[in-house]
Structure formats: structure tokens, C-alpha cells
């Protein structure tokens, strides 16, 4: 058994869940979100409460139990109050802006890069160059966020490139010149 796998879910008032042919839905006043079930284990949805419920004897099913209450839960909180990431863009001449769903980036490639965000994710971007992804799909918001980062990852002497707000790099001492 897991011990994640055993606390139950609580739904917060107007958050619906339903469960379907082996589909999960969560609505709530964000939006839907929709994920398949793991067939081992089963949903029991007692009034706000959720409990995951192990039904298969696989050897892996507490492993299982915990990622599904996990999932669910991340599901839960996304369509009530939603997730957001910040990136930090540092670098003389790194330049972001944002024209709806497109970002355009200068990193200091020869090219502007284009980078299209995914579906149900909303981008700000400041003054300070800091990049602020919203959405209610925790996965795909990481998966996004990642994606950009990968454009130019920070290098180690100078810190320049894209970073998350909360990563802390560790530099890294230049050359020394003595002979």
C-alpha cells in the first residue's frame, strides 16, 4: 500500500469528477481536464471526498495507487486554481516577446527563434525579460516550460540563457591568468 496512494482527494465546492469506460474527468471553473484510469486501481467518489482504491494483485499496484492519487490530485487543483511557471531569460541582447500563442526569442543565434506553446497554455511576458506560463494541465505546462529552457539552457560561467525562476546555477571560476 501506498502512503500517498491512501489520503483522499478533497474536491473543492463546484469541482466535479466523473468517472467513465476507464476515463477520468475533472471539471471545475478553469476548464476540463480528461486522463485514462490505470486499470488496477478504481476511483470511489464519496460526496467531496476521492479515494483511490486498489483492485489488482500486480506487484506494482501500491507504486500505482500513489501516481493516481497524485495524478487526480494535480487534476483537482489545476481546473480550481490552475499552475504557474516562470523562466528567466539572462543574456545581453536576449530579448523575448510574446504575439498570442507564438513566442519570438532572440538568444543570440543568428536567427530569431519561434517557439509555438501548446493548447491551453497562456504566456506573459515582462519588461525584465521573465517569462510566465499559465495552464491548468500541470504534465504539459512542466513539458512546455522545459521545451523553452532547452532553447538556450544556462551555461555555468556567466549564468547566460534561460533559466527557471526558482533554479539556482552554479558558476563556475574562468580562466586564471597566471603564467
Do not use: C, W
Not at 34 to 41: A, F, G, N, Q, Y
Amino acid at each position: 500500500m501506498s502512503r500517498v496512494g491512501k489520503k483522499p482527494i478533497p474536491l473543492p465546492a463546484k469541482t466535479t469528477i466523473t468517472v467513465s469506460n476507464g476515463m477520468v474527468t475533472v471539471q471545475g471553473a478553469k476548464g476540463k481536464l480528461e486522463r485514462s484510469l490505470h486499470p488496477d486501481v478504481e476511483l470511489q467518489v464519496d460526496g467531496d471526498v476521492v479515494n483511490v482504491v486498489i483492485i489488482g494483485e500486480n506487484r506494482n499496484v501500491g507504486a500505482i495507487q500513489g501516481l493516481v492519487r497524485a495524478l487526480i490530485a494535480n487534476m483537482v487543483t489545476g481546473v480550481t486554481t490552475g499552475f504557474k511557471r516562470v523562466l528567466e531569460v539572462n543574456g545581453i541582447g536576449y530579448k523575448v516577446e510574446a504575439n498570442g500563442q507564438v513566442l519570438n526569442l532572440a538568444l543570440g543565434f543568428s536567427h530569431p527563434v519561434v517557439f509555438s506553446l501548446p493548447q491551453g497554455i497562456t504566456v506573459e511576458v515582462d519588461k525584465k525579460n521573465n517569462i510566465t506560463l499559465e495552464g491548468i494541465d500541470k504534465e504539459l505546462l512542466g513539458q512546455t516550460a522545459a521545451s523553452i529552457r532547452a532553447l538556450r539552457p544556462p551555461e555555468p560561467y556567466k549564468g547566460k540563457g534561460i533559466k527557471f525562476a526558482e533554479e539556482n546555477i552554479i558558476r563556475k571560476a574562468g580562466k586564471s591568468g597566471t603564467s
